[in-house]
């Protein structure tokens, strides 16, 4: 089974708003990770969140984790129709194995 | 700099067959995995290789074989392709000692017929 389960599936939105979407994970993290995919192409990292960070920044991008519920949000603000795309978030466990787990990712559509 | 490099990007094989994918990455990175991704699935690890002359089990290893070759290079092997293994395969290198985030080759869609 995955690790992480991305909230909602699917997202809709107009140019301009704001979009949050949810990642909640079932085991004890090192670090978590977002990633994006574009239209079934490679995922490209965004931005990594450590177990003993409550918050992050990077550009538009704003990522939250607790770990006392074992989720974590990402927040896109201002949202382009060049942000569509799928959203995962990723997981590296505390067994220091380097084995990361994905979600099964939710899928961003920003209207023009 | 390629980055991560994946050979074949379309290949159709029929059930029973055998084939290798490749993978090369050009960025010295020690950590190389092999992920499945299925629609509504996401990506399901297969096997990883945390280093070079080492390979561990992901989620989904069976009916896979992987080979660290060196370095730069961990092959995906299928050895009797089944339907079920129709899938978009990506490859992904990591740096774990300084910025642990994982790069992806563009993948290689595979259909079993």
């Known amino acids: 089974s995955q690790q992480g389960e991305e909230d909602p599936q699917a997202l809709s939105i107009q140019e301009g708003e704001n979009a949050t979407m949810n990642c909640s994970y079932k085991?004890?993290?090192?670090?978590l990770q977002w990633y994006r995919q574009n239209s079934g192409r490679g995922l490209v990292h965004l931005i990594l969140?450590?177990?003993?960070?409550r918050e992050k920044h990077s550009g538009r991008l704003r990522v939250t984790l607790d770990t006392s519920k074992k989720s974590s949000s990402l927040l896109i603000t201002a949202s382009r129709a060049a942000d569509t795309a799928s959203y995962f978030c990723?997981?590296?466990?505390?067994?220091?194995?380097?084995?990361?787990?994905f979600g099964t990712g939710t899928r961003l559509k920003v209207l023009a | 700099n390629a980055g991560v490099t994946q050979t074949p990007k379309f290949q159709v094989l029929k059930t029973g067959q055998s084939m290798t994918l490749q993978c090369a990455q050009d960025?010295?990175?020690?950590?190389m995995y092999w992920y499945r991704q299925d629609p509504g699935m996401g990506l399901r690890l297969i096997y990883y290789s945390a280093s070079e002359g080492t390979t561990d089990k992901g989620e989904v290893p069976n009916g896979y074989n992987v080979s660290r070759l060196n370095k730069r290079e961990f092959s995906l092997r299928l050895e009797s392709a089944a339907p079920s293994q129709t899938s978009v395969y990506f490859c992904?290198?990591?740096?774990?000692?300084?910025?642990?985030?994982?790069?992806f080759g563009s993948g290689t869609q595979l259909s079993v017929l």
């Open positions: 085991t004890s993290i090192n670090n």
């Open positions: 990723a997981t590296e466990g505390t067994s220091g194995t380097y084995k990361y787990i």
């Open positions: 992904a290198s990591s740096d774990l000692a300084t910025n642990e985030k994982l790069f």
């Open positions: 960025m010295n990175h020690n950590s």
């Open positions: 969140i450590r177990s003993n960070e």
